[in-house]
């Protein structure tokens, strides 16, 4: 009997919780802003002489669009896509994210993870303090050199991102 009071007791305790939750709201990466940031990007890294992918994903790390330069290399594809999706996911840039992990030995689990790339060139799209998505860049020489395009990139389309 005690068993079945304890849980009515946690039945109605959760009720209250239940009937104030409300539906999330989020802001979401639109396509054209994806597809003109990844064009930005690619434009940056081209000024400089510097064949990259640029890959854009939303706030689920999913793929909104991706542009090769005709020079890139095949790895820059699955590379900037790796950044992009380790940005997003951990909602930092990836520079950050590899140096943490050298400087955490708990850290360098990360790079055990499905997916994540820990070098530098994803960096996070947000609107305020919100991710929306985030830009991933391979093929320039260094992580440092791809987080700049990406940077510049986000840069140019940031007056839509509000």
């Known amino acids: 009997m005690s068993t079945i009071r304890l849980a009515a007791a946690v039945a109605l305790a959760l009720v209250p919780a239940a009937a104030g939750a409300q539906v999330l709201?989020?802001?979401n990466m639109p396509l054209a802003i994806a597809q003109e940031l990844a064009q930005a990007t690619v434009e940056a890294c081209a000024a400089k002489?510097?064949?990259v992918t640029a890959t854009v994903v939303d706030?689920?790390?999913l793929v909104r669009a991706m542009l090769r330069a005709d020079r890139a290399g095949p790895h820059t594809v699955e590379a900037s896509r790796a950044k992009?999706?380790?940005s997003a996911s951990a909602r930092n840039a990836t520079s950050a994210i590899a140096e943490g992990a050298e400087k955490n030995?708990?850290?360098r689990h990360l790079a055990?993870?499905?997916g994540f790339l820990l070098l530098g060139g994803g960096?996070?799209?947000k609107v305020g303090d919100e991710v929306i998505g985030a830009v991933g860049v391979g093929g320039a020489p260094g992580g440092h050199l791809d987080e700049?395009?990406?940077n510049a990139g986000i840069e140019k389309v940031k007056a839509k991102l509000r």
């Open 25 to 27: 709201q989020e802001r």
């Open 49 to 51: 002489n510097f064949n």
């Open 59 to 61: 706030r689920a790390g």
């Open 84 to 86: 992009a999706f380790t």
């Open 105 to 107: 030995p708990a850290a």
């Open 112 to 114: 055990s993870i499905e």
């Open 123 to 125: 960096v996070p799209v």
């Open 148 to 150: 700049e395009c990406a």
